[in-house]
C-alpha cells in the first residue's frame, strides 16, 4: 500500500482477531516508530512492546478508554522524555508506527493522553519519563470500511496563499 493510500483508509480498530501478529511485522511497526524524524534529533521516545496477555489485560484495565487493548494481539506503550518537543516528536512517531500497521494489514488506535501514570509501575517505566499513549495492534475482527472517513471538504481547511482563499 503506498503512503497516501494508507493515510486515506486508516481507521481507528478497537475490535481484534485472536491471530498473533508475526515477530517481523511488529518489529517492523516499531522500527518506523524509531526512524522518525524529531526536533533537534533528540529522539526523545521509548517504546515498550508488550505481548504477555496478562500485562494486556492490565494496561486495558488502566487505559479509561482503552479496555480493548485487552483483546490486541500486542501494545506498543510509548514514553517520553520530559522535554519541550517530546509530545510533538513521539506523536509523529505513532502516526509512523500506526501507518505502518495499516500497510500491513494490521489496525490499532491512540489510546490514552493522559492519566497513564499507574503504566509508569506495571512496565518499570522510569519515573523521569511519561507516559504518552498505549497503541494496541492487531488485525480487524471484521471487515472495515477502508477511507469511508467523515472529513471537511479540502475547501473548508485548506488555503492558499491567504487564510480564507480556499485551495481549490
Known amino acids: 500500500m503506498d503512503t497516501f493510500e494508507a493515510i486515506r483508509t486508516l481507521l481507528a480498530i478497537r475490535q481484534y482477531q485472536s491471530k498473533p501478529i508475526p515477530a517481523a511485522t511488529l ?26 496477555r496478562a500485562t494486556l489485560q492490565k494496561l486495558g484495565a488502566l487505559a479509561r478508554t482503552g479496555a480493548h487493548v485487552a483483546q490486541a494481539a500486542a501494545a506498543v506503550v510509548v514514553a517520553v522524555d520530559k522535554t519541550p518537543f517530546a509530545v ?12 505502518t500497521a495499516w500497510g500491513e494489514g494490521v489496525g490499532s488506535n491512540w489510546v490514552g493522553f493522559g492519566g497513564l501514570e499507574p503504566v509508569k509501575s506495571l512496565l ?35 488555503h492558499l496563499e491567504r487564510y480564507g482563499r480556499p485551495l481549490e
Open 27 to 52: 518489529r517492523r511497526v516499531v522500527e518506523a516508530g524509531r526512524l522518525t524524524g524529531s526536533a533537534k534529533n533528540l529522539q526523545p521516545w521509548h517504546f515498550v512492546v508488550v505481548e504477555d
Open 88 to 99: 510533538s516528536d513521539a506523536s509523529r512517531a505513532i502516526q509512523s508506527m500506526l501507518l
Open 124 to 158: 518499570d517505566i522510569p519515573a523521569g519519563l511519561d507516559v504518552l499513549a498505549i497503541l494496541p495492534f492487531g488485525y480487524p475482527a471484521r471487515a472495515v470500511g477502508r477511507g469511508k472517513k467523515q472529513r471537511k471538504p479540502l475547501r473548508d481547511v485548506a
